[in-house]
């Protein structure tokens, strides 16, 4: 996977860790358009590539009645404007064959969610369209098993394949890190670890799920100490009210910190490595 590829990314020579950020899932223009100018600015200031993240579609929810959309041509647009605003490149992620070809038509990554990892016809339907493709480790799936939802990538001659581990079920309603599966992972596509989703509490009896965000930059740290390429973030300025996956998302006006102390420690182990 060649990282320049990805249209409009920046700061590729910079040897920093690549970030994908921006909120569960987007809600409405200007909460969009506001998330992404701030940490458009701290990508700027620290030289990190950086692709907007947002979800145009929610349909993987605990409860019929949760949040799963404005709208799916709606929401689409406006990652479309965001990207030309801000001249950045996007992700959203895709459920059906259908929205991989509707959704190309916006954005510049498809994420296959972690439930869906090993839908071969979803994640080749992705490949085909020749953009890049994030490929979420699935909650139940082995590091080394992710060596074939990638080749389902290359096979179709996109080799456009990033890989995300978003944890592993630890129980019924907590995840973990296994961080012994990112140098096994690195062998396949570049490495990513989903540092929200990761610190997740899934299947409440409420039907909304947890989260335990304090534990946030800990687990971005330690991501970054074992060797990972990129970091997944979800974000919100009003984590509360925000109407997806408020629990576990990072709270924006942490997020300078938070990524200037990552920066530093990203180049600590890059001169480890020399």
Known sequence: MDLTKIPQIKHTDSDNFFLLSGPCAIEGEEMAMRIAEHIVSLSEQLKIPYVFK???????????????????????????????????????????????????????????????????????????TGKTVN???????????????????????NPQAIITDRGTMFGYQDMIVDFRGVPTMKQYAPVVLDVTHSLQQPNQSSGVTGGRPALIGTMARAG????????FIETHFDCTNAKSDGANMLDLKLMEKLLTDLTQLRQTINSLDQ
Request: charged share 25%; proline share 3%; glycine share 8%.
């Open 224 to 231: 970054i100490a074992a060797g990972v390429d990129g970091l």
């Open 54 to 128: 947002g979800s145009f579609k929610k349909a993987n929810r605990s409860r019929l009645d949760s949040f799963t959309g404005i709208g799916d041509e709606k929401a689409l647009k406006i990652l479309r404007k965001v990207s030309e605003t801000f001249g950045i490149p996007t992700i959203t992620d895709i459920h059906t064959e259908q929205d991989a070809t509707m959704a190309a038509e916006y954005v510049d990554v498809l994420q296959i969610p972690a439930f869906l990892a090993r839908q071969t016809d979803l994640v080749v339907a992705a490949a085909e």
């Open 135 to 157: 490929i979420k480790k699935g909650q139940f799936m082995s590091p080394e098993s992710m060596k074939h939802a990638v080749n389902k990538v290359t096979e179709t001659g």
